[in-house]
């Protein structure tokens, strides 16, 4: 069955020859441990994230240059992906917060908060300015446009062995024709010493922030393929 190789950071192509953007993030479902659509950067300053599914792809080249097989108008059709980190406040954070609910009402929803600053929930309110450090920092959750089964796989992804080592980041990922991942290639450099396709069948789960493998580090070079 072909293998295809999608490389983070690579350009990508429209069908009528024109550069629309890099491979900035793949969709993953970790259930089906499938490739759902990728997240194609568009711009340097002012930057769109579209979401492309699968399908589009017409072809890797070896260098890694992702052609589809639609135009670069219908490349702007496709939906912008969204994005967002926040922190739902406690109960007893809202004893505090200048804010109409904490005077009994009812609390309907969630009050939404950027997740960086330098005073805020997770801090003590009594504390001075020069005490702000936080007491029990909140857990920042974060939401998006993407089905929420879906992990977002960037080359800030990194690789865990069993023993729970950082071995590297994911540089790219290998898939079927039928869209069944089948393997990750961690790059040489910071463990290994040749970029190492982790089969996915060594992988025991996958979130945004890790994947995370059933075997050592040097069970992984040694074993693993070569690139």
């Known amino acids: 069955m072909e293998r295809t190789h999608l490389d983070l950071g690579k350009p990508v192509v429209a069908a009528d020859g024109k550069r629309v953007g890099t491979v900035d993030r793949i969709v993953f ?5 499938e490739l759902q659509q990728f997240i194609v950067r568009q711009g340097t300053l002012l ?5 492309i599914d699968r399908p589009v792809i017409d072809r890797v080249d070896p260098d890694g240059t ?12 496709f939906p912008e992906f969204y994005e967002a980190n926040f922190i739902i406040p406690e109960e007893e954070d809202l004893a505090w917060l200048p804010h109409a609910w904490v005077s009994g009402q009812a609390i309907e929803g969630a009050i939404l908060y950027p997740a960086a600053g330098s005073f805020g929930l997770g801090y003590d309110p009594h504390a001075g300015i020069m005490e702000a450090a936080p007491l029990d920092p909140p ?9 929420s089964d879906s992990v977002l796989i960037d080359e800030g992804t990194s690789v865990v062995d069993r023993d729970g080592t950082k071995i590297g980041t994911v540089d790219e990922i290998v898939y079927d024709e039928d869209g069944n991942v089948v393997g990750f290639v ?6 290994f010493h040749h970029d190492v396709r982790i089969p996915a069948d060594w992988v025991e789960s996958v979130t945004t922030d890790s994947v995370q ?4 580090a040097q069970e992984a070079e040694q074993a693993g393929t070569h690139e």
């Open 29 to 33: 479902d970790p259930k089906t441990k």
């Open 47 to 51: 930057t769109k994230d579209r979401i």
């Open 66 to 77: 992702v052609h589809l097989n639609v135009s670069s108008e219908m490349v702007d059709q």
């Open 139 to 147: 857990v920042v959750e974060t939401e998006s446009n993407l089905s």
């Open 186 to 191: 961690v790059k040489a450099g910071f463990i």
């Open 213 to 216: 493998l059933t075997v050592t």
